[in-house]
C-alpha cells in the first residue's frame, strides 16, 4: 500500500519523485528487518558475527526482497519542528537508506545521512537521537522508543555518547531484535559507529549545532555542507 507516511514522504520537495512510497510498519515488528538495517554499523568479523550470528542467510535473503519491493519502505519520526523521514531507497543499482528532515514550512527536505556504499553523515548527535525517540510524539510510523531509537541510529555519530548510551541501545537491541548478546553488541557497535567512525559535536556561542566530520552535511568545513541559514534551521528542528 502507499498512504500517509510514504506519500507525504514521497511529496517532500527536494527529495519526491524518485520512486514509488509506501509504508510498512509491520516491518518494525520483523527481527531480520533489524539486522539488515543496522548492518553498517557492525564494523569487522566479530561485530558482524554478533549482530547476524546464524541469522545471517536468513537475512540476506529477506533484505534482497525488501529492496526488490517495487514500493520504497518510509518511516516517519516527528521531532521537535517538523519530521525525520528515514527512506530505503530501492532504485536500481542504487539501494540505500537516505535520512531527511522535513518542515511544511520549508521550500525543501535537508539531507542529513545517507547510508550505503558512498556513507555521508552522520547526522544526528546522541542528544538529538535519544530525543526524537523518546519525545512520544503522534503521527510517525511508531511511538515506541526503541524502534525509534535503532531507526535513527545508522545516522547517528558522536565521541561524546554518555555512559549510559550503551545500556539504552542494549535495551533496544532486546526488545526489537534476536540478538544473543545485546549488551556485548551495543558497546561493539558505540565503539566503531559505522563507517566513518564517530564525530565530534559543538555550538560556538549561539550558533547550530555542527560537526567536524569530514563527510557530515552539517559540518560548515565541507564544500558540499549545508548553507548557514539551513544549518541553524536543521539544529533548531533537532534541538533535544
Do not use: K
Not at 528487518?33 to 554499523?41: A, E, I, T
Not at 525517540?133 to 558522536?158: F, H, I, M, Q, Y
Not at 566513518?196 to 565541507?222: E, K, L, Q, T
Amino acid at each position: 500500500m502507499t498512504n500517509g507516511v510514504g506519500v507525504q514522504a514521497g511529496r517532500t520537495p527536494g527529495y519526491g519523485g524518485r520512486g514509488a512510497f509506501g509504508r510498512f510498519p509491520e516491518l518494525l515488528d520483523e527481527p531480520l528487518f533489524w539486522l539488515g538495517h543496522l548492518c553498517s554499523w557492525a564494523r569487522g568479523e566479530v561485530v558482524e558475527e554478533m549482530l547476524f550470528g546464524a541469522d545471517y542467510e536468513a537475512a540476506e535473503e529477506f533484505h534482497r526482497g525488501l529492496s526488490g519491493r517495487a514500493e520504497w519502505p518510509v518511516f516517519t519520526v516527528p521531532v521537535a519542528a517538523g519530521r525525520l523521514h528515514v527512506v530505503h531507497r530501492n532504485a536500481e543499482g542504487d539501494v540505500g537508506t537516505d535520512y531527511l528532515l522535513h518542515h511544511p514550512d520549508w521550500d525543501r527536505a535537508e539531507l542529513l545521512a545517507r547510508d550505503d556504499g558512498h556513507f555521508m553523515g552522520p547526522g544526528l548527535s546522541w542528544p538529538e537521537l535519544t530525543a526524537a525517540a523518546d519525545n512520544g510524539l503522534p503521527g510517525g510510523s511508531t511511538v515506541d522508543a526503541d524502534s525509534r531509537l535503532l531507526l535513527l541510529l545508522p545516522a547517528c555519530g558522536d565521541t561524546a555518547v554518555p555512559a549510559e548510551a550503551a545500556g539504552r541501545l542494549a535495551a533496544a537491541l532486546r526488545a526489537r531484535t534476536a540478538v544473543e548478546e545485546p549488551e556485548r553488541l551495543a558497546a561493539a557497535l558505540l565503539e566503531g559507529q559505522g563507517p566513518r567512525g564517530p564525530v565530534s559535536w559543538s555550538v560556538v556561542g549561539d550558533g547550530p549545532r555542527i560537526s567536524d566530520g569530514r563527510y557530515s552535511f552539517r559540518n560548515p568545513a565541507n564544500p558540499f555542507a549545508l548553507s548557514a541559514d539551513r544549518l541553524v534551521r536543521v539544529a533548531a528542528a533537532l534541538a533535544p
